[in-house]
C-alpha cells in the first residue's frame, strides 16, 4: 500500500521471503508484483538471515520447485564474500558461489519454463553470467564497456542499484565507483540495456532516478527507466496514471511527492 502511494505500479522481486512474495497477487489498487521468491546461494555465501541455503546438487530441483510455485525470476547469488557464524570472514572477497555448469543449467530450466534469470555479481564473473543467458546483472561493480556491449546484444538488462552501491550518505560515498558509473551508465543506455530502477533496501524509486541523472542518464531516459522502457522489459502494459504539481524532468525530487495515482483503474491517492 505504501508503494502503491508513491506511485509505483509494478515491482520486480528479486529474492526475499518466499512465503509472501510467491503469494502476492494482482489486486485492486496495489502494485503488480513479479516474484523471484527465495535467494539462492549456498551455505555461507549470503547474508545468514537472508536466505535458506541451497547445495549445488540440489539447485535444479530447488529452482524448479520455485518456478512451480509462481516464480516469473529466479535470483542467483552469482559472488559473495565467505559468512561463518553469522558473520563475514575476515579479508573475505566477493567470490563465485556456483559453478558455471551449475548457472548454466539453471538458465536453461528457467528459460525453458518462460521465467527471467537475475543475479547478484560484482566481479568479473558478470562475463561469464553473460555469456550463459544471465538475463540481468543486480549492482554490477565490474562491469566493463565490452560486458554491457554482450549485454545489449542479447536484450539483457542492468540494476545499478546506486543508492546501495554508492551508500545513502554522499559524503561518504566511493569516488572511484562514482566515476565509473558515469562512465558506465550513458554507455549503456546508448547501447540499448534495460538499465532498470532497483531500490535494494536503502534507497527508492525517485532517489535512484535522481542517482541516473546524477551520473550523466539524460532525464528522460532515467525516467524512461522506472516507467514504460521497465514495463516494456518486464512485458507488463502500464495501465497506471501518476501525476505531479511540477514536472519532474526539471527536478527529479518532485517524483518523491506525487499529486494524484491512479493504479489499474483505482485512485489510491
Known sequence: AELAQDGIGLVRDVGGERSVTLHLTEMDGRPIVQAAGRFFAPEGRYFP?????????????????????GASWIKI??????FAGGKRVP????????????????????HRRGVRVAAHCNTSIAATLIALGIDSIEHGCSLTTDNLDALAA??????PTIGAVLGPDPAARDQQMS?????LLPYAIERGVHVLTGS????SVPAEIAGLVEHGVPVAAALRAASTDAHAYLGVASRDIVTYDDDPR????????PAAV????????
Open 262 to 269: 491512479v493504479l489499474r483503474g483505482t485512485r489510491v491517492r
Open 179 to 183: 566515476a565509473r558509473l558515469r562512465e
Open 77 to 82: 547469488v552469482a559472488d559473495f564474500p565467505t
Open 250 to 257: 526539471d527536478n527529479p525530487a518532485t517524483l518523491r511527492h
Open 91 to 110: 579479508g573475505s572477497s566477493s567470490t563465485q558461489t556456483y559453478t558455471e555448469d551449475a548457472v548454466a543449467s539453471v538458465v536453461e530450466l528457467a
Open 154 to 159: 542479447r536484450g539483457g538488462a542492468w540494476t
Open 200 to 203: 535494494d533496501i536503502v534507497s
Open 49 to 69: 538471515r537472508m536466505h535458506q541455503p541451497v547445495p549445488e546438487t540440489e539447485l535444479v530441483d530447488s529452482v524448479e520447485r520455485e518456478i512451480d510455485d
